[in-house]
């Protein structure tokens, strides 16, 4: 099976995925605790598997090849989201820092505003955001791990923080916050 794979016979991958993907989902949802993360990580597993195919050695297991990728999927995700706990982490810190007297309440919807406003970025624009700020890549480093040009960067960049400012352009404290965080990060 694992020969008719790399010479991608989509029949073959499809019999190889309906064998391992519930055994998968299981299995990184021990890790994971949620079963839609789990599913979505063992999605991306199977498309990864499916892309490096040519790649594939018939002597060694594919199987463990195909939990190795989910679990580093999985391990990439907790990174990303500890280092996005960071920066809105860094956020409260800084209103501290300032002596803003803020009510918890108020910081913590401010703080869901902005995730919000994130998420809601077009796809391309949001990446290069989270590229930047919460992988720390400069850039130039994200130009070129994209494929894109630097002034690509430098216009979706420019379209996040337009759009950042303008969701919270009534809350004029809060931008001067969030302009001090992202100068650190």
């Keep these: 099976m694992i020969q008719a794979i790399i010479k991608g016979n989509a029949l073959a991958f499809k019999t190889f995925f309906e064998q391992y993907y519930l055994p998968l989902v299981a299995y990184m949802t021990t890790f994971t605790n949620d079963r839609h993360l789990s599913e979505d990580l063992v999605q991306q597993a199977f498309i990864t598997l499916w892309n490096r195919r040519s790649s594939l050695n018939v002597n060694k297991s594919t199987k463990s090849f195909l939990y190795t990728i989910a679990y580093n999927a999985y ?16 956020l409260r810190l800084q209103a501290l820092q300032e002596g803003i007297p803020e009510e918890t309440e108020l910081m913590e919807a401010r703080i869901a505003k902005l995730k919000t406003i994130v998420e809601q970025l077009p796809p391309r624009c949001k990446e290069i955001l989270e590229l930047n700020k919460l992988d ?13 040009s630097l002034k690509t960067v430098e216009s ?25 965080v992202l100068k650190k990060f």
Aim: glycine share 10%; hydrophobic share 35%; proline share 2%.
């Design 75 to 90: 391990v990439d995700h907790y990174r990303k989201q500890k280092r996005q706990d960071t920066f809105f982490d860094g």
């Design 136 to 148: 720390g890549l400069s850039y130039k480093d994200i130009a070129e791990k994209l494929g894109i």
């Design 156 to 180: 979706q960049m420019r379209i996040a923080y337009q759009k950042i400012r303008k969701g919270f352009e009534e809350d004029p404290m809060f931008l001067f916050i969030i302009g001090m």
